[in-house]
């Protein structure tokens, strides 16, 4: 497996274009959260035996891959890595549950944001005029939200998302 940096490398050759750069920030958080909605919404606890009705909820195919494909993957990637994934998957999942306590509907919501986050994501890319990664390989899928990170620690240290040269 590629080493977090040679992820980040690749992925950086296709985000060059600082409109992309952009898109990126505000639409990978929203494709994240968007995704983990819809997944959300595939019960898993109510078919385990023993899971109590109270649980039972909490157990769908959103957490069962968080728990059980992202946590591992970004583990093998670095300690920071599975930090970021584990942190983005529990804020997901608490604006998923506000959604829901509300009475809003998930389904809607969650569809609604994905569909327009990958719309913009793709116009992003044709500024860009670059594909997106993960038309390469479908792991590029879970680099966006460290590319993402690496854009907004980078701003925050140094006020822009850009590197600065020297």
Same mark, same amino acid.
């Given at each position: 497996?590629?080493?977090l940096k040679?992820?980040?490398d690749?992925?950086a050759?296709?985000?060059q274009n600082?409109v992309n750069?952009?898109?990126?920030?505000?639409?990978?958080?929203?494709i994240?959260?968007a995704?983990?909605?819809l997944l959300? #919404?595939?019960?898993?606890?109510?078919?385990?035996?023993?899971v !109590?009705?109270?649980l039972a909820p909490?157990i769908?195919? =959103?957490? $069962?891959f968080a728990?059980f494909?992202?946590?591992?993957?970004?583990l093998r990637?670095s300690?920071?890595s599975l930090v970021?994934?584990?942190?983005?998957? #529990?804020?997901?999942?608490?604006?998923?549950?506000?959604i829901q !306590?509300?009475?809003?509907s998930?389904?809607w919501?969650s =569809?609604t $944001?994905?569909?327009v986050a990958w719309?913009?994501?793709?116009?992003g890319h044709h500024v860009?005029?670059?594909?997106?990664?993960?038309?390469d390989?479908v792991q590029?899928?879970?680099?966006g939200?460290?590319f993402v990170?690496q854009?907004?620690?980078r701003?925050?240290?140094?006020?822009s998302?850009?590197?600065?040269t020297?």
């Amino acid at each position: 497996m590629r080493s977090l940096k040679q992820f980040l490398d690749t992925y950086a050759e296709s985000h060059q274009n600082p409109v992309n750069q952009w898109i990126h920030v505000f639409c990978v958080p929203a494709i994240f959260f968007a995704t983990l909605g819809l997944l959300w #919404l595939v019960p898993i606890g109510r078919f385990i035996p023993g899971v !109590s009705a109270e649980l039972a909820p909490y157990i769908n195919l =959103a957490t $069962v891959f968080a728990l059980f494909v992202g946590m591992p993957y970004y583990l093998r990637l670095s300690f920071g890595s599975l930090v970021v994934g584990a942190v983005w998957s #529990l804020l997901s999942f608490a604006g998923i549950v506000a959604i829901q !306590s509300h009475g809003l509907s998930l389904l809607w919501i969650s =569809a609604t $944001v994905w569909i327009v986050a990958w719309a913009i994501q793709f116009y992003g890319h044709h500024v860009e005029g670059a594909k997106p990664s993960f038309a390469d390989d479908v792991q590029f899928l879970m680099i966006g939200p460290l590319f993402v990170m690496q854009k907004i620690n980078r701003l925050v240290t140094t006020g822009s998302i850009h590197p600065t040269t020297h």
